[in-house]
């Protein structure tokens, strides 16, 4: 989705170029054609009023096609940089998710230890001596481990479910929020 997203960008900063380059040239030209309507002016001072307005009337022309073109490229940079915002908040979320993971990942291998460490203290008494050992103690350390074990799983599943539900619905407000651009620019 962010490498979509960039691709995006990438084509909307190269139409930008493009747009540029053609506006400076519409605006040389138009420069260049005030300049020959001056010269003409000089040198033909007797045209008619007609031939006057049709001659203006062609420097308003460029004008106009510049002004929408230079339209068309401030709406192209306001989306360029709405898509840029997009991406940062997408990368964002991005390095949340993945410390989240990483956090889950600790509390899973805490869960593991503590299994590991409930066996050995079960397989304890088998291999010492049970004159020694205390099963009403051992029982209750077995029964708070397991509790412990429980909760910390509980805990983990519950923050694993709201981690992805946060990934969905951020995920289902960018793709809406896609759509609702592609909509308005294909209204254009």
Do not use: H
């Not at 995006?8 to 030209?29: C, I, N, P, S, V």
């Amino acid at each position: 989705m962010v490498a979509s997203l960039r691709e995006r960008a990438e084509k909307a900063e190269a139409t930008l170029r493009e747009d540029r380059a053609r506006l400076q040239e519409d605006q040389t030209a138009l420069e260049k054609s005030v300049e020959e309507q001056k010269e003409k002016e000089i040198l033909i001072p007797l045209s008619s009023e007609p031939e006057v307005e049709k001659k203006l009337a062609e420097p308003s022309d460029v004008l106009i096609d510049l002004t929408s073109t230079t339209a068309v490229e401030m709406n192209t940079s306001d989306e360029l940089q709405q898509l840029r915002a997009e991406i940062a908040q997408l990368n964002n979320l991005n390095a949340q998710l993945s410390s989240r993971i990483q956090q889950l990942e600790d509390e899973r291998n805490l869960v593991e230890d503590s299994q590991r460490d409930t066996e050995d203290l079960l397989e304890d008494p088998k291999n010492g001596d049970e004159a020694f050992f205390d099963k009403s103690a051992m029982l209750d350390k077995f029964k708070k481990l397991e509790a412990e074990t429980q909760n910390v799983v509980m805990d983990m599943s519950q923050k694993a479910e709201v981690a992805e539900m946060e990934n969905i619905r951020l995920t289902q407000e960018l793709r809406k929020n896609i759509l609702r651009r592609l909509m308005c620019k294909e209204k254009r």
